[in-house]
Antibody, heavy 123, light 108 residues
């Protein structure tokens, strides 16, 4: 059974940092690109960042570029999101999600999602 | 960036009736479109990918069609568990992946 378990969320002051983790199990982690998607309270889904199977290709939404960084450690079956210089508008539930193949090209949908971890940026 | 626009924002439907949800892309995305269902407090659930292929375990009352810039999700004979928010997402041009704003299907 595919499982994605996020952790690392919490309350942080504006300008602060957090690192989110997503531990994957039940599938071969190295066969899949991975994605972070967020959802602000009462709002829709927003793509945050994506990473190819080996970390060789990454991309970030313009709204987070230079502040949030996606990475992965395939030896630990874990996806990360390093969050620096956080702003109030980064407050959201952060989901990790699995893409079906190693790269996103024409296969960037997400069959499996974690339950999410809440990040609150507030003083 | 491909902008995805969903309509209507809210759809009021009686149980047993059908529902038609629309998603429009700002440029052609071929058939690289997915639909998700999200209920309050839950994680998104993949319904449809490649515009018309049902994901594993999705009931046949959910169907998708379209290509290019116009896409439709049809739910025939709504069940109580179908009242939720539905999002479309394109994956033709990455980055970024982009989602529509969502359509809430509520009980009439």
């Amino acid at each position: 059974e595919v499982q994605l378990l996020e952790s690392g969320g919490g309350l942080v002051q504006p300008g602060g940092s957090l690192r989110l983790s997503c531990r994957a199990s039940g599938f071969t982690f190295t066969n899949h690109a991975m994605t972070w998607v967020r959802q602000a309270p009462g709002k829709g889904l927003e793509w945050v960042a994506g990473i190819s199977f080996n970390g060789g290709s990454t991309a970030h939404a313009d709204s987070v570029k230079g502040r949030l960084t996606i990475s992965r450690d395939n030896s630990k079956n874990t996806l990360y999101l390093q969050m620096n210089r956080l702003r109030a508008e980064d407050t959201a539930i952060y989901f990790c999600a699995q893409a079906p193949r190693k790269y996103y090209d024409e296969s960037g949908y997400h069959p499996y999602w974690g339950q999410g971890t809440l990040v609150t940026v507030s003083s | 960036e491909v902008v995805m626009t969903q309509s209507p924002a809210t759809l009021s439907v009686s149980p047993g009736e059908g529902a038609t949800l629309s998603c429009r892309a700002s440029q052609s995305i071929s058939i690289n479109l997915a639909w998700y269902q999200q209920k309050p407090g839950q994680t998104p659930r993949l319904l449809i990918y490649d515009a018309s292929t049902r994901a594993t375990g999705i009931p046949a009352r959910f169907s998708g069609r379209g290509s290019g810039t116009e896409f439709i999700l049809t739910i025939s004979s709504l069940q109580s568990e179908d009242f939720a928010v539905y999002y479309c997402q394109q994956y033709n041009r990455w980055p970024p992946l982009t989602f529509g704003g969502g359509t809430k299907v509520e009980i009439k």
